[in-house]
């Protein structure tokens, strides 16, 4: 039906988790940095109109995390990225600083956005300038990046990408083949003509910019432009002479429009989130054999297991992943265990776990592993508060 | 971000569920018909690259029904629609012969498809003259519809725009504002200009056509159409001089392309088939006032239950329908009648269901009315094999 190439939409490095095994370095090797100051902008200031729910989409909670805290996450893995402002309406900067603050972003300030996605991004790129005269050794951002905030499943590779060719061109956009034909209609509401497909690109977000060409662009632009139009490479052709170099991305570049596509991000997200987990032994041989059992058998369901003792010492770097906690006990105070580990959890403010009890027959528990894992892995994946308090039977 | 208004990208009347209530007429009052025969060409040739998936996402199971399958619903459950003609690929004819078989679909033949999108719509269109042709008495269509299988959340109310416009015009298709902007490129890469947003429209689906219209196009056209071309549409105006009528349709007309859209497909689908349940209770006072007090407490979680005795009789139809059974039982011959339950279930060749029980302390039933109310939408909602077999306590 068209000639679009054979590419997943799942990222295959997600930005929004740790690419590092076991915290390691979360920089891969062979991956490429940039030797001049980058900043983000992220126009997060929409009502949400379109996905029919109450909470604007950005804020829409994701697993118990709001999904503009996802696409920051996914530019704050990103090493060579300085700073990243977010602007927002009025009535939500308290929100934001409250999703900051509980999310433990670092790189993150927010500004107040305006009535429409220009004046928002404007309002973005010009306290980047505030904020470089305050630090002034560090100097202006050499490149400004835009993204939005309901498109959280950026990779590093294509912000490489977008960031060299903005330094280089002054201007950089992603692109994306037409998934439907456009035709151009009659004001009488008939078809006109259609457009020859192949010439024709949609316009995507990331975008980059030098600092120079965006800031001028904004300071040009008349008043029309921030109020009727959306598009920055526009500003940029028009006020700055600018052709932006057009790249084309992954089709994980896609936004949250629509509430079908906050499932469709849920998915994504929970893929990434039920491959892994970690197995607390409480160090007795017996539950470390259980335990190893778990883990190679949570291989066949495409899950991948860490075993350690206890979260603490350096294991407690565990408690800052999104991770999976799975408490095997042999003995009768298996519950306080689990209780104490619910207590460690918790206290990282992360997402509500919902702890589930599974009992495995120690006569026969070579026979269930399978089982365990099963059900595991369902519960993992299911999140389901109402099973809450639930002993099952494996 | 755009001038999109406030709608719903769910269907109110998903027509890929029964409309009316309680067995009731399919048929909504003040539904509009129409006068004249329709058909429909449903394409489904495709081999779903894009999805990522082994499987052509036509045929990838959603609730272990394929996704044609409910598409080719939706327009089974329109009366004023006579006939269905969906056009596979060659290896995928017994495939789709199956699911006819499985599904109870009453309306619908395959033909080959072919190895473009025009050649597979062209053989449909080619189909239904021969049809008409043995079935001299009701004449060649009026109206063909085409749309396509991986779009199966059409409406009867939009479909009903469709056919009267494409009857009064020769061609009517859906369209939907832009989601992106859309830019010329230049051959090097670079920003040409953008498009002046207001002026254009995404083509969709379904699109209509008077049978001598799209007949007439497919005879007309060139090769080079039927090998490059996608756009019905087009045809019909250069080789027919038909100006479609272009006719906004709803959000819900999106189209599955990616494998994040079968997460977001199932959603929609999940939604719907969770929203309402029958409670048997084997017509026992005890189960009844359990039932009652369950059917009560599962309006605050926007479910709705049926209570009935048994299905036998009239509530039989229950089977016909897509439904969640629930089997209260009050005695230790509970087991029984939930396996006689499901031997009745199974017997239709549904989606697979997946046992489980609640244990419910009779003693203090009413304190926990919301607990197993909680407990049962959670397993409805779910859906999880891994957990048939366990004992639940309310």
Chains 1, 2 share one sequence.
Not at 7 to 29: C, M, N, V, Y
Not at 34 to 45: E, H, N
Not at 79 to 88: D, E, G, H, M, P
Not at 212 to 219: F, G
Request: with cysteine.
């Amino acid at each position: 039906m068209d000639g679009e190439s054979r590419q997943p939409d799942r990222p295959a490095h997600p930005g929004i988790f740790p690419t590092g095994k076991r915290g390691e370095s979360l920089h891969r090797p062979g991956q490429r940095s940039v030797d001049f100051p980058v900043s983000v902008v992220l126009p997060a200031g929409g009502t949400g109109e379109r996905t029919g729910l109450q909470t604007p989409k950005q804020f829409c909670p994701v697993f118990g995390r709001p999904l503009i805290s996802y696409t920051v996450q996914a530019f704050e893995r990103v090493s060579w990225i300085k700073s990243i402002v977010v602007a927002v309406a009025k009535e939500n900067m308290d929100l934001m600083k409250e999703i900051i603050q509980r999310f433990q972003h670092r790189k993150v300030r927010v500004v107040q956005g305006g009535s429409t996605r220009h004046r928002s991004i404007c309002n973005g790129v010009l306290a980047l300038g505030e904020q470089e005269e305050q630090e002034a050794a560090e100097g202006e951002p050499k490149v400004v990046i835009i993204h939005d905030a309901v498109r959280p499943f950026v990779e590093e590779d294509f912000l490489f990408k977008i960031a060299m060719a903005a330094k280089e061109q002054g201007a950089a956009g992603a692109i994306r083949p037409l998934v439907s034909t456009v035709i151009a209609t009659t004001s009488e509401g008939f078809l006109d003509h259609s457009l020859e497909r192949a010439r024709y690109r949609a316009s995507e977000m990331p975008q980059g910019f030098t600092y120079d060409v965006i800031r001028q662009a904004y300071q040009r632009c008349t008043e029309s432009d921030f109020d009727f139009g959306t598009e920055c490479l526009h500003l940029a052709l028009q006020y700055c002479g600018t052709n932006a170099k057009l790249i084309e991305g992954p089709p994980t570049l896609w936004k949250v429009t629509y509430k079908r596509d906050l499932a469709a991000a849920e998915s994504i997200i929970k893929e990434s989130l039920c491959s892994s987990g970690c197995v607390i032994t409480g160090g007795s041989a017996q539950a470390v054999t259980l335990a190893d059992a778990l883990q190679k058998s949570a291989g066949a369901l495409d899950m991948e297991l860490d075993v350690i003792p206890d979260l603490l010492g350096d294991h407690s770097r565990y408690l800052l992943k999104e991770c999976n906690f799975i408490q095997v006990s042999v003995n009768p105070s298996g519950l306080l265990e689990l209780e104490s580990m619910l207590a460690d959890v918790e206290a990282t403010n992360r997402a509500p776990l919902h702890p589930l009890v599974i009992i495995w027959d120690a006569e026969r528990w070579e026979r269930s592993v399978m089982r365990v894992t099963e059900i595991t892995s369902a519960l993992i994946r299911e999140r389901s508060p109402a099973l809450v308090g639930q002993l099952l039977q494996a």
